[in-house]
């Protein structure tokens, strides 16, 4: 009986253990001039953002390298893509600007989040891939899924919403 016992314990925590693991391994959003991208950020884990171009600079209050203290502790190897994340104070937000290229300015807002994803991917709206996150979903996808009908095209109708400006201008004939 005891056994038995110590059997599902052990299920339970594996079980536990695999959806906390598994939870949000890797977002994906486009980028937006006109509105800052959310990023969830983790005190017990770093999120690594990769940009479509180099990074030329950083400008955000409460941004620390770990020499001084700060609400989010950031690296980032000179001249790369990719820029990584943790929350130093968890109830507190920041923005953060980053420059890409010499005149590209975006905002991302950083929230303090207990299940924030491994690595976001940031896109370019003009990218194939931003048109790949806007297309709808199709039948292939539904059934994969195991999606109603209205349930699908409540998603469609969310995901084109959600960056409405930077779809417009990479995808016009779905707004036609």
Known sequence: MKTIYQLHLCILVTGFLVHSAAARPVERFVLDQ????VIPVGA???TTVQFP?????LFGYGLTKGDVPG??????PDGSRVLTL???MPDKEAFVSVLLGKEDLFVLHLKP???PPVTVHLFDPSSIEAARLARAVGSDVIAERKL????ARLFNLLKLGKNERTFRNAVPHLYQ
């Open 71 to 76: 609400t989010y502790h950031y690296a980032h």
């Open 53 to 57: 171009r180099s990074i030329q600079g």
């Open 113 to 115: 989040s207990v299940d």
């Open 44 to 46: 017990k884990t770093a």
């Open 34 to 37: 006109d509105n800052p991208v």
């Open 86 to 88: 943790r929350n130093l």
């Open 148 to 151: 109603d009908p209205g349930t």
